[in-house]
């Protein structure tokens, strides 16, 4: 896992994850539709959205098995959960077709607070738990990167 900001980009942050952030500022905006936006194919593409955010109590974890998110907050705030220790069994398996799988929550679960401009990067398997209210329930518009890891 790996979080920052789009405005003050870490020398060490890898260069796919710095080209694909780059082209977000570059090309992403108030008026940029909500939906998929390709990048490189299936290789790289990032999905626009607006969405509420839910009491944790109500948000169901979940990981990937062959892309990395980078989840840039664009508007409002958003608290993201994870875990560092190894998943148990999911209850909804849709890796081999949709690339996720949800569980009701980590193992020792930790929250970081995201503000505009924030980002958090999540490797396959990392279990994350996105859209958790801070405070209320309020909208979030985002961007999630989807790199594909070979």
């Not at 209850?91 to 980002?119: C, H, M, R, S, Y």
Request: aromatic residues 8%; negative net charge.
């Amino acid at each position: 896992m790996i979080v920052g900001n789009i405005h003050h980009l870490q020398p060490w942050l890898p260069a796919a994850l710095r080209q694909a952030i780059e082209h977000v500022k570059a090309h992403v905006d108030d008026a940029t539709p909500c939906g998929r936006h390709d990048i490189d194919g299936n290789e790289c593409f990032y999905l626009v959205s607006e969405d509420m955010t839910q009491p944790f109590a109500e948000r169901r974890a979940e990981y990937h098995a062959r892309y990395l998110d980078i989840q840039i907050v664009l508007k409002g705030q958003e608290g993201m959960t994870f875990s560092t220790l190894p998943h148990g069994e999911p209850d909804t398996d849709w890796l081999a077709d949709k690339d996720i799988a949800f569980l009701p929550e980590g193992e020792q679960e930790k929250t970081v607070l995201l503000n505009e401009g924030d980002f958090v990067v999540f490797y396959p398997g990392e279990v994350h738990k996105p859209l958790c209210a801070v405070g209320s329930p309020a909208q979030v518009r985002k961007v999630v990167v989807k790199i594909r890891v070979n």
